[in-house]
Nanobody
Framework: QVQLVESGGGLVQAGGSRRLSCAAS????????MGWFRQAPGKEREFVAA????????YYADSVKGRFTISRDNAKNTVYLQMNSLKPEDTAVYYC????????????????????WGQGTQVTGSS
């Protein structure tokens, strides 16, 4: 039902900022939590941030807390990930994903909770 297209990745110097966008289509977008995940070379995909369907709650991985901000603009059917103070260890392919459920009462943060997924966008934090 929901299709996701990501953009905004690229090469960023350490300490720099970048904003990722995820454009969504489908009638369930406004009723679904949204999340960002990342997968670094040689590592498993890991949770980064998520936003509840209502936009009232967020949850962040400890590794990005205070540096990254997830937000959504329902009028544009777009979710964002603002990344500040980037570090080399932030280098990964970043994926956005939509919650499998609508109106979930908690903020999901597990891979199994999300489907569909975007195609991913590469973010490289240089030292």
């Amino acid at each position: 039902q929901v299709q996701l297209v990501e953009s905004g990745g690229g090469l960023v110097q350490a300490g720099g900022s970048r904003r990722l966008s995820c454009a969504a289509s489908g009638r369930t977008f406004s009723n679904s939590a949204m999340g960002w995940f990342r997968q670094a070379p040689g590592k498993e995909r890991e949770f980064v941030a998520a936003l509840s369907w209502s936009g009232s709650s967020t949850y962040y991985a400890d590794s990005v807390k205070g540096r990254f901000t997830i937000s959504r603009d329902n009028a544009k059917n777009t979710v964002y990930l603002q990344m500040n103070s980037l570090k080399p260890e932030d280098t990964a392919v970043y994926y956005c994903a939509a919650d499998r459920l609508i109106f979930r009462r908690t903020v999901p943060n597990k891979i199994i909770d999300f489907d569909p997924w975007g195609q991913g966008t590469q973010v490289t934090g240089s030292s």
